[in-house]
């Protein structure tokens, strides 16, 4: 059944990037990640509502998500003509692929048994229970990425395809950044073979269901979407940055570090821009000095708050 979960998902998540594409004009090769980025924002809503006030069920997410994308089906139909089959093809082809590499694997390291995999198992409990328990054991780290990989074993756990949704939002990640310009086929391989082995290699990246590959992820995206905005000078419709940002506090206790170093960056092209516009030297000395401050203070504040 959860593998029936994970191409149930896969319709969701063509239905609503897609959607995004046509009806707001966002990069198809980015409407995956921000997809991704809105189903985790709405699911730990859900979640805090059922937790909070006993209302909208928390095990019914995925079915509602699949209630709209049917409502969503309906004006993709129409507008059958204006969607980008050959990008949506090498999507679907890829997510495929490595759900059948991910389906056979199980938990290898400490923080998987002991954290990150019983953080799933506790959402099968009732209501009462899961209070208690979430408040004695997983408060270490924000609930988004366990309510979202709840949505792929919802039925029974399974630690193959909870790694496995894990994996989607990398793949996500990769097109977000990474197609950005045409690129030919082999192009495109090379570099998912090699965006493969450095997280495999360097992190637990695609055999885990550790959050740190999924924050490296979200913050190199910030910073590419943050970078082009000034470098395009798109400032207007475009508000994927901040579900990102929003999104990304939801992953893991560090990523507040990341989430400032994001408006620092921010703040500093904004500033390098209007420099350039307006040659206000006074405004860049502004800026040069709260960035020194910056630098000096956030790691100490940073690492406080992570200890706590």
């Not at 059958?80 to 991910?102: M, P, V």
């Not at 994996?167 to 073979?193: A, C, M, V």
């Not at 400032?260 to 500093?268: D, E, K, N, Q, T």
């Amino acid at each position: 059944m959860n593998y029936l979960l994970s191409f149930i998902f896969l319709f969701i998540l063509i239905s609503y990037s897609n959607f995004l594409n046509l009806k707001f004009k966002v990069k198809l090769n980015e409407t995956f990640f921000i997809s991704l980025c809105l189903i985790i924002l709405v699911s730990y809503l859900f979640f805090k509502l059922e937790l909070n006030y006993n209302i909208i069920g928390f095990e019914k997410t995925l079915f509602i998500f699949l209630f709209f994308s049917f409502i969503i089906f309906i004006y993709l139909i129409k507008n059958f003509q204006k969607i980008n089959f050959f990008l949506n093809a090498e999507f679907i082809f890829i997510y495929i692929i490595i759900f059948f590499l991910s389906i056979d694997r199980y938990y290898l390291d400490q923080d998987e048994f002991t954290y990150w995999g019983p953080a799933i198992k506790a959402l099968f409990l009732n209501q009462d229970t899961y209070y208690h328990f979430f408040q004695e054991k997983f408060t270490h780290h924000p609930p988004g990425l366990s309510i979202f990989r709840y949505l792929f074993v919802g039925f029974n756990f399974d630690e193959g395809i909870s790694i496995f949704s894990n994996n989607i939002i990398l793949i996500s990640g990769f097109f977000f950044l990474f197609y950005k310009r045409l690129l030919t086929f082999f192009e495109k391989f090379i570099l998912f073979i090699i965006y493969f082995l450095l997280f495999n290699n360097l992190s637990f990246g695609f055999i885990s269901i550790y959050s740190d590959p999924i924050l490296a992820v979200f913050y190199a995206c910030l910073i590419n979407k943050i970078f082009f905005i000034f470098n395009d000078k798109n400032f207007n419709k475009d508000f994927s940055v901040i579900i990102i940002l929003f999104t990304i506090l939801l992953i893991n206790r560090s990523a507040i570090i990341y989430f400032l170093f994001s408006l620092y960056f921010f703040a500093g092209l904004y500033f390098i821009d209007n420099y350039k516009k307006k040659k206000q030297k006074f405004i860049f000395q502004i800026f040069t000095y709260i960035s020194i401050r910056i630098f000096c203070y956030l790691p100490i504040l940073s690492a406080n708050f992570i200890i706590r």
